[in-house]
């Protein structure tokens, strides 16, 4: 950034005429009226060509001066606060903006807990999207990852748990534990693992009520330090969009669940005691409109409500260590991030823009998909994990047929009671078009895969056809996004891509860019440039708040590229 400053000299510095000194104290421009800034041997003042680096110069407060009318940064030199009128010399500052580093962004007991550098997170996302690679990635940049274990098999779970455990990524990452109301044996087998292999941070989500399975992670192992103080060692980052499912993970363990545990003798009775002390999580990620399951909430409105909800439990339960609250959706600009911890997010947490990274589970044919996405190009559709209920999940629209296609045969669930009811013409359509297969085939298929998974689904669905008429559809479904994560050319038009605007967003971020090309866009140098240019933002946002309102372009308006990022984020 230096390198980009045109210094002038402290002569030619000097020459600012008093008289336009005295006109911009009279007028009380920005800060002008009791800050003032001398010239002292090792000081300079850069013309208005070099002010975006100043800006950028994120490790150095900002003072700004004018010069002939224009604005000039001023650096070194000698910043004095003196009473408004007060007889000065020296020259006003017409505004100034302390350093403001990446890493102070956020909460810094919640990056010290969490051992990071930067309060920035990576979603979890499912089928392996947030892969390890992704997750190693994160980690290595002070960053924190969690893996998408959702919808795989426990062995694939493990091993992602053998090949993170095996790289030296000091704890900086975690696992998902998602809420399975179908398939309540894989949410406790999947808990039981992370017990059993000594994960000990998990990003909860898709709860409404709290399970025994995770209050069970939560809880297990907690004891008093050598203080007398209660730990728990195994922490929870709850992702919730509704205050009830804040309440209860903001809350102590239910004491019915814990009286359970302890009737199956998993914690003994002092431990429910003292698991009665702490929240089931002390860090609450508030997700508004994001890529798949969503209950597409402005964070505008979320964000404060969860904060809110934080300070009055804080105040009711007294915990010794603080809650907090994290934001996600559509964090996908300098600006959204910077809104955010303005709001007063702890850390932030990305999603979409990382499924369009390199390092995701993802393929190239879904990667290039999500680089041509705008804002409007996305769509809710029927969801495969509680598809009877009619939950949906939001994804991408340009490029597939999914949305359409999936809606389609929610509708004829709810209209027809089986399979054998489907008029000709839906029946043709489902059977050429999606399963490209008969329902008979198709019924053989989902059946074996249930009876491997979850036998009584298929006894279920043996006496009740509509139940079998869900599995068939729903087992289209989850085929639809393993074709996109495996990058099937034969059924782009059936991908299931989980999207949400954030991915627009960021398209028109960086259009015209290096990151405008799929293949340069990676997990970090993706969430180094958000993180920066948030860290630009709130600069901006200062010199705003002091009427220097800069032109469009000035500073903050492009992603760095690697090397200069590299610069930048020197330890
Ligand atoms: C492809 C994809 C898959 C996702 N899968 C999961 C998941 O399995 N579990 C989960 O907790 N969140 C999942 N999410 C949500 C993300 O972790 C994150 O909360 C969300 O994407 C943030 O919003 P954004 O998409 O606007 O960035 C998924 C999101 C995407 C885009």
């Given amino acids: ?154 062995e694939r779970v493990e091993a992602a748990i053998d090949q993170l455990s095996r790289a030296d990524l000091r704890a900086r990452y975690g696992f ?151 934001a996600a959706g559509g964090m996908s600009t300098p600006a959204a991030l910077a809104g955010a911890y303005a709001m007063g997010a702890a850390y932030v947490l990305t999603g979409s823009v990382n499924q369009a990274c390199v390092e995701s589970g993802s393929s190239d044919t879904v990667r290039r998909l999500l680089a041509q996405a705008e804002q409007a190009d996305i769509a809710m559709a029927p969801a495969a994990d509680m598809f009877e209920i009619g939950v949906r999940v939001q994804v991408l629209k340009r490029g597939t047929m999914f949305p359409m296609r999936a809606a389609r045969l929610y509708d004829l669930y709810r209209a027809h009671p089986g399979l054998e009811s489907l008029p000709e013409a839906d029946r043709a359509f489902v059977e050429k078009q999606l399963l490209r297969a008969t329902f008979e085939e198709a019924w053989r298929g989902t059946r074996e895969f249930f009876l491997r998974r979850d036998p009584g689904q298929v006894e279920r669905a043996e006496r009740d056809p509509k139940h079998r008429m869900a599995l068939v559809f729903r087992s289209y479904l989850g085929l639809s996004s393993r074709w996109a994560n495996d990058g099937v050319a034969s059924r782009v038009m059936d991908y299931q891509v989980w999207c949400g605007p954030a991915m627009g967003a960021f398209n028109e971020w960086t259009r015209g860019t290096f990151l405008e090309k799929p293949e340069n866009r990676r997990v970090a140098v993706v969430a180094r440039n958000l993180i920066y240019g948030a860290a630009m933002q709130l600069r901006l946002q200062h010199l705003r708040a002091q009427g220097i309102h800069l032109p469009a372009g000035v500073a903050g308006a492009h992603p760095l590229e690697p090397d200069a990022l590299r610069e930048v984020f020197k330890p």
């Fill in 1 to 154: 950034m230096a390198g980009m400053r045109r210094t002038l000299s402290i002569e030619q510095s000097t020459a600012l005429s008093p008289l336009m000194v005295d006109t911009f104290a009279r007028k009380g421009a920005g800060v002008g009226e009791c800050a003032w800034w001398s010239p002292t041997s090792n000081s300079y003042v850069a013309d208005a060509t070099a002010l975006g680096g100043a800006i950028g110069s994120l490790n150095e407060p900002l003072i700004l001066l004018r010069w002939n009318g224009a604005l000039v940064s001023a650096g070194g030199g000698k910043l004095e606060f003196r009473e408004p009128g007060a007889a000065t010399e020296g020259y006003p500052v017409a505004a100034y903006a302390p350093a403001l580093r990446p890493e102070q962004l956020g909460d810094d007991a919640f990056r010290g807990d969490h051992g990071l550098r930067f309060a920035y997170l990576a979603g979890a996302m499912a089928n392996g999207i947030a892969s390890t690679r992704l997750v190693e990635e994160m980690a290595r940049a002070g960053m924190l990852g969690f893996f998408g274990a959702a919808g795989l098999s426990l």
């Fill in 176 to 326: 998902n534990l998602i809420h399975s109301p179908n398939e309540p044996e894989l949410e406790a087998g999947v808990a039981d693992l992370y017990l059993r292999r000594g994960i000990r941070l998990v990003e909860a989500s898709a709860y409404l009520r709290l399970t025994l399975p995770v209050v069970r992670y939560r809880v297990t192992g907690i004891k008093r330090d050598a203080e007398g103080c209660v730990v728990a060692p195994n922490r929870i980052i709850a992702k919730v969009s509704r205050v009830e499912v804040a309440t209860q993970f903001f809350s102590p363990p239910p004491a019915e669940l814990l009286s359970e545990l302890v009737r199956t003798r998993e914690i003994t009775p002092e431990q429910a005691l003292m698991a009665a002390s702490i929240p089931m999580a002390q860090d609450i990620t508030a997700e508004a409109d994001s890529g798949g399951h969503t209950d597409n909430r402005p964070l505008v409105t979320l964000l404060p409500s969860l904060l809110a909800l934080r300070d009055r439990i804080q105040g009711k339960y007294s915990y010794e260590q603080p809650l907090r609250v994290g």
